[in-house]
């Protein structure tokens, strides 16, 4: 019996890191290389294994997972069961998140990385790659939009984040927590997420960079006049708990809300931005009644994400505000 196609496509990161003489790991494994080391993966797939990236996940950028999302669209057009991602952790929430909006495909995508180097005892890449490709040709794991596996959990692109520098378990999901697990080489799916949220890019989309401030116990505000000068066409605030920001600051934002799509996230990392509970002047009563757009969930680092992408598919103020203030809504069965 032919076993499924899966396209792995490698971008450096932890996962492929090996000694750079002394002064450290550098990623230098290719994607042929990472998934030679586990013979085990024959088993499960046939694997074509593409060296996409070679890079530090912070050397990533949108355009190339705008690039990468359109080859698993055509690997997946050409008969691939899903695709795989391998990258360093430091941004894999990022990666997932405008791969979950970007490919509009039914097939599973995961993306995966590590936490410890294969220098290291313990090292966990091999595992985590056998453990996507199983998710990825799982029939359990279709439709649901773009994953992370690690550590043998799956986690929805929308809700997964990285929360320690070096613990294997550093991937959380709140408030729901892991949608699924591999057990015994078998994925089990036992949450699914409810809607998909899909942009679609024109093929002549430019760059719409999207500022990311986070607010701080003292904040002025006097980075906030440098964000226009700077050329961006977006920002997204990371405010204080339930959406508050220091009340020197709200004249500042308010003006760029004039110019700009300003969206109002949290830095807690967990829980909606407030909309009718305080009223004081930096509340998030007084933000939203100033411009700024409800960010819902969503954190900064998506939020920054989303509105970037709604930009470049050139979504209106309206549109994006719509766009936003809907991410929560789902649909109710008859």
């Not at 959990?153 to 892991?178: D, L, M, Y």
């Not at 807690?268 to 100033?290: A, K, Q």
């Not at 549109?319 to 789902?330: G, H, Q, T």
Request: avoid cysteine.
């Amino acid at each position: 019996m032919a076993l499924p196609r899966v396209a792995v496509f490698s971008m450096g990161g932890t996962i492929s890191s090996t000694d750079s003489g002394g002064k450290g790991v550098e990623p230098t494994l290719t994607g042929e290389a990472l998934v030679s080391d586990v013979p085990k993966i024959a088993e499960v797939a046939e694997v074509s294994a593409i060296s996409f990236r070679q890079a530090a996940s912070g050397e990533l950028t949108v355009d190339d997972l705008v690039e990468l999302a359109s080859e698993i669209e055509d690997r997946i057009d050409e008969g691939a069961s899903g695709a795989v991602v391998t990258q360093g952790t430091d941004t894999i929430e990022e990666t997932a998140f405008v791969l979950d909006l970007l490919v509009d495909r039914n097939a599973p995508v995961v993306v995966t990385g590590a936490m410890r180097n294969p220098t290291l005892p313990g090292a966990d890449g091999p595992a985590n790659l056998l453990a996507s490709i199983q998710v990825a040709v799982s029939e359990a794991a279709r439709e649901l939009g773009a994953v992370v596996v690690l550590n043998d959990e799956i986690h929805a692109a929308r809700f997964v984040r990285k929360t320690h520098t070096s613990n294997p378990a550093t991937f959380r999901s709140e408030p729901v927590g892991p949608v699924g697990w591999v057990s015994e080489d078998i994925p089990r799916v036992v949450l699914r997420p409810v809607g998909r949220h899909k942009i679609t890019l024109p093929g002549d989309a430019q760059d719409r960079p999207v500022a990311l401030h986070t607010f701080t116990l003292g904040d002025d505000g006097r980075l906030l006049p440098e964000i226009e000068r700077q050329g961006y066409a977006g920002l997204v605030v990371e405010a204080l708990g339930g959406g508050h920001v220091p009340s020197i600051t709200v004249d500042a934002l308010e003006d760029l809300a004039v110019k700009m799509p300003v969206i109002l996230a949290s830095r807690t990392g967990g829980g909606e931005v407030l909309r009718s509970t305080y009223g004081f002047i930096g509340s998030e009563m007084d933000l939203l009644e100033r411009g700024l757009i409800y960010a819902g969930p969503l954190d900064g680092l998506k939020a920054r994400l989303y509105l970037t992408l709604l930009l470049r598919a050139g979504a209106t103020r309206e549109e994006i505000r719509n766009s936003f203030e809907s991410w929560l809504d789902v649909p109710v069965s008859s």
